[in-house]
């Protein structure tokens, strides 16, 4: 049974920082391409991060350009876990946070959602003073 589980959110104030973790199961991990989605109130849901399944040298990411220089995408293979390091939070990225899981053997990360086979239940962020 495959299983993305996200935890790390809550309310944080503006500029401050938050970590999310995604834990996979039940794929091969070094087989499947992550990717952070985000979904405010009234809103359609964006990828705002992803991070290939090839690492090293070859292994890619990319960010929405709103979150560039302030989020960052990372993964821990022993773990079987990919985290979303948020930094300078602004009331915008308030919103619910989505990871999901895409079957891509290679140096690249997709861009949309529908190339996504697998999602988590996601995990509320609330940036507010």
């Known amino acids: 049974q495959v299983q993305l589980v996200e935890s790390g959110g809550g309310l944080v104030e503006p500029g401050g920082s938050l970590r999310l973790s995604c834990a996979v199961s039940?794929?091969?991990?070094?087989?499947?391409?992550i990717g952070w989605f985000r979904q405010a109130p009234g809103m359609e849901r964006e990828i705002i991060s992803c991070?290939?399944?090839?690492?090293?040298?070859?292994?890619?990411?990319r960010y929405r350009d709103s979150v560039k220089g302030r989020f960052t995408i990372s993964k821990d293979n022993a773990a079987n876990t990919v985290y979303l390091q948020m930094n300078s939070l602004k009331p915008e990225d308030t919103a619910v946070y989505y990871c999901?899981?895409?079957?891509?053997?290679?140096?690249?990360?997709?861009?949309?959602?529908?190339?996504?086979?697998?999602w988590g239940q996601g995990t509320l962020v609330t940036v507010s003073s």
């Open positions: 991070v290939s399944s090839v690492d090293g040298s070859d292994s890619s990411t």
């Open positions: 039940g794929v091969s991990f070094d087989k499947y391409a």
């Open positions: 999901a899981a895409d079957y891509e053997p290679s140096w690249r990360c997709r861009w949309a959602a529908s190339d996504y086979e697998y």
